[in-house]
């Protein structure tokens, strides 16, 4: 008879708590495969595994950092997410799957939480308690010069743009692959590739602030697409825009989804949530309500 034990080895949070429900007695007849289903277990986080031969007074085995896989689909998974700012709990205990080349809409009233939702994917902000993993990583283990690498596997579209106003359209997309290291021969080609995508490849020269709002968030679009990231987050980008400006960003964004992006947008506004077979999921006081179709 074998006692297998399974303890988390290092998470922040619950550092060498045995993980709930998971101790399972081995005998010839039942050793093999085993279901993890039931425990409150997280894949892509190492665990302890400690194998017990009755009759041993001490562990006559440790695999230590034993890294379980996740078999799912998805690229981002939340489990049990927590944000607290002092007393405010801005995100609750928020569980949640993303799948790979998802198009989903995170939406709800203004100070529900969705623009925190997005920071914590990218360590813009980390979480007060629980566990994300992003590509099959577990972000909260990401060391601070890994963050970059983390990043990069996102291109990011806020509602006030951000571009350098001291920079040119072109210097302002160029950017990214700079910052990536990327050769100048192939930036050139990237950024004159993407910008014509956005229809702004004549006004590469122009500086931000002389374009119209729906322009420069077309430059923005193409600053967030030109390092190919896997996934776009889009915190309320046509909230600035009117509705036809709007509407030419959206369709930016079914554009790159059809190419192979995970899409996640935030929004307040119901009227943008109109592609067909995207997810919604909703937000209210930092908590998730309900899932819904388009
Ligand atoms: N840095 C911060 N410090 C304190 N409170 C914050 C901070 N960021 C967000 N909050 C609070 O968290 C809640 C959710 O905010 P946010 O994620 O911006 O909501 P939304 O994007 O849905 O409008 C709000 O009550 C907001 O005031
Ligand atoms: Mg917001």
């Given at each position: 008879m074998i006692l297998v034990h399974l303890s988390?080895?290092?998470?922040?949070?619950?550092?060498?708590?045995?993980?709930?429900?998971?101790q399972w007695r081995l005998s010839k007849e039942n050793w093999g495969q085993h279901s993890l289903s039931s425990c409150a277990f997280i894949p892509g986080i190492p665990y302890r595994v400690k194998l017990i031969c009755a009759?041993?007074?001490?562990?006559?085995?440790h695999v230590k950092n034993h890294m379980v896989e996740s078999s799912?689909?998805?690229?981002i998974r939340m489990f049990h997410v927590h944000r607290r700012y002092g007393a405010k709990?801005?995100?609750?205990d928020i569980t949640l799957d993303i799948q790979k080349n998802e198009y989903l809409f995170v939406t709800g009233a203004s100070g529900a939480g969705k623009t925190t939702l997005l920071k914590l994917l990218y360590l813009g902000d980390t979480v007060s308690e629980g566990q994300i993993l992003v590509d099959g990583v577990n972000i909260s283990r990401i060391k601070r010069k890994g963050v970059p690498l983390l990043r990069r596997k996102f291109g990011i579209i806020f509602q006030d743009y951000k571009l350098i106003p001291t920079k040119t359209v072109y210097e302002n997309v160029a950017l990214v692959l700079e910052a990536a290291g990327r050769k100048p021969r192939l930036i050139e080609k990237k950024v004159r590739s993407v910008l014509r995508t956005v229809g702004m490849e004549d006004r590469?020269?122009?500086?931000?602030?002389?374009?119209?709002g729906g322009e420069q968030q077309r430059i923005a679009v193409a600053r967030a697409v030109v390092g190919d990231p896997k996934i776009i987050l889009a915190d309320?980008?046509?909230?600035?825009?009117d509705t036809e400006s709007a509407g030419v960003i959206m369709a930016f964004l079914d554009e790159f989804h059809s190419r192979g992006a995970t899409v996640i947008i935030a929004t307040h506004d119901k009227s943008l949530i109109q592609k067909e077979g995207a997810r919604v999921v909703h937000l209210h006081d930092g908590r998730l309500l309900t899932h819904t179709t388009v």
């Open positions: 988390d080895n290092k998470a922040p949070t619950e550092r060498k708590k045995p993980v709930s429900g998971f009759g041993h007074r001490q562990p006559n085995r799912t689909n998805a690229i709990s801005a995100l609750d590469m020269k122009a500086l931000p602030l002389s374009l119209s309320e980008p046509t909230g600035s825009l």
